[in-house]
């Protein structure tokens, strides 16, 4: 009998009809029963304060640290905002980059993705996202960017509904459960 692979999305939009908490909604249903996607909600991180983490770390943020120990392997998106990732997103990746060199995400398999109304689909953040995560030395899944121009066209009833876009991204899940798994993936 296989286990359950259990992958964690995290979503740099706050917004209630978040496009990129939408994708993930979707790649949630889209599993097969062999894998499963929690989305965890960033609305309680504060800002990263060193003098608040360790003995006084705060709760949101343990659960969050917790979460993505859980986890196998993690989703990402990002929308882009002036050029970069969210801020709410480069603030809980500060966090989960913490202790210094015992990091939860070191050694974790990561697949991101970016998406704007934009036809560049906000590539900008998505090497900013990878570049962060490189950093904390996160393995990033190797498939090629995803990145989704024109989201709002590509979003109906809170789900991705282009099926283009549907089909590249999921290829791109399924690499990350291979990577979960012990395959391969690579550090950018």
Sequence with gaps: MSRTVRL???????????????????????????????????EAIPPYNEDCD????PLAVLALREAVARAD????????????MSGVLKNALDWLSRPHGQSV???????????SP??????????QLNETLWAIQAVLVAYPQIVIGGVGGKIRDGQLVDEATR????????????????????SA
């Design 8 to 42: 964690l999305g995290l979503s740099g939009s706050l917004r209630k009809q978040s496009a990129h908490t939408a994708v993930l909604c979707s790649v949630a249903e889209s599993l097969p029963e062999t894998a499963r996607l929690d989305v965890h909600g960033l």
């Design 54 to 57: 360790g003995a006084n770390t």
């Design 73 to 84: 392997g993690l989703l990402i998106g990002s929308p882009e905002y002036n050029h970069g």
């Design 105 to 115: 995400l070191s050694g974790r398999a990561v697949l991101t993705f970016t998406a």
């Design 118 to 127: 934009a036809f560049t689909g906000g590539v900008r953040a998505h090497q």
């Design 167 to 186: 089909s590249f991204l999921l290829g791109g899940v399924e690499r990350l459960i291979e990577c979960a798994l012990g395959g391969r993936a690579h």
